[in-house]
């Protein structure tokens, strides 16, 4: 029903930035939150960001907290996760989510398929 696309990622030097972009296409008619999670190889998947459906309020996982910033256009179905002083620690797939509730859990409804993103020091 909603598909979801991650761009931006790729190899950066720690203290870095990138700019991850998550485009939705679909039935998106309908308000819905969206969130970033992120996944290392052999680890759980972990709550990175969200915001909510009107870009009002957004949430922050304390390890990137005042590095990263999630933001939305209102014209365009985009999310963006810019992310600053990239560390070592921050190297994973990051996932864009779309769910009715907003949630530190992996519980959204719709998935992208991920983008690789690795910090080098």
């Known amino acids: 029903q909603v598909q979801l696309v991650e761009s931006g990622g790729g190899l950066v030097q720690a203290g870095g930035s990138l700019r991850l972009s998550c485009a939705a296409s679909?039935?998106?008619?309908?308000?819905?939150?969206m969130g970033w999670f992120r996944q290392a190889p052999g680890k759980e998947r972990e709550f990175v960001a969200a915001?909510?459906?009107?870009?009002?309020?957004?949430y922050y996982a304390d390890s990137v907290k005042g590095r990263f910033t999630i933001s939305r256009t209102t014209i365009e179905n985009t999310v963006y996760l810019q992310m600053n002083s990239l560390k070592s620690e921050d190297t994973a797939v990051y996932y864009c989510?779309?769910?009715?509730?907003?949630?530190?859990?992996?519980?959204?409804?719709?998935w992208g398929q991920g983008t690789q993103v690795t910090v080098s020091s």
């Open positions: 989510a779309a769910g009715r509730i907003v949630s530190v859990q992996p519980l959204y409804d719709y």
């Open positions: 679909g039935r998106t008619s309908n308000p819905y939150n």
């Open positions: 915001i909510s459906w009107n870009g009002i309020l957004t």
